[in-house]
């Protein structure tokens, strides 16, 4: 009875914080899922790719060129945050866990060689 009562613990607080993290962090979804599904967030797919014109006319080309490069800049730039919300929020998280750790558990993991 002790382990499923503590596995179903587990299960409940670890959806209580991934909730809480959605609902309180700023773009908290992304680190969110991360712990979720224990995986880390491929943050390539946030960077923008700049597309080229292949119309045939200079000046509608020119013009689409100029298009896509203001798009991408600002993609780019949106992905350059997000980067930084994500890796501050990880920060975060993990302050949020230690301090729901009891004092004789933060000592256990603090003790351990690869703390």
Known sequence: MGATAQASDYENTTKFIIYHIKKTFEQGNDFAEEMRKMTDVDQSKWEPTLHMSTDSDPIIATR????????????????????HIYNNNKIKAYVLLWERCAKIMQNKISARVDY
């Open 64 to 83: 689409e060129n100029k298009q896509y490069e203001m798009k991408y800049k600002a993609d780019y730039n949106e992905g350059i945050k997000r980067k």
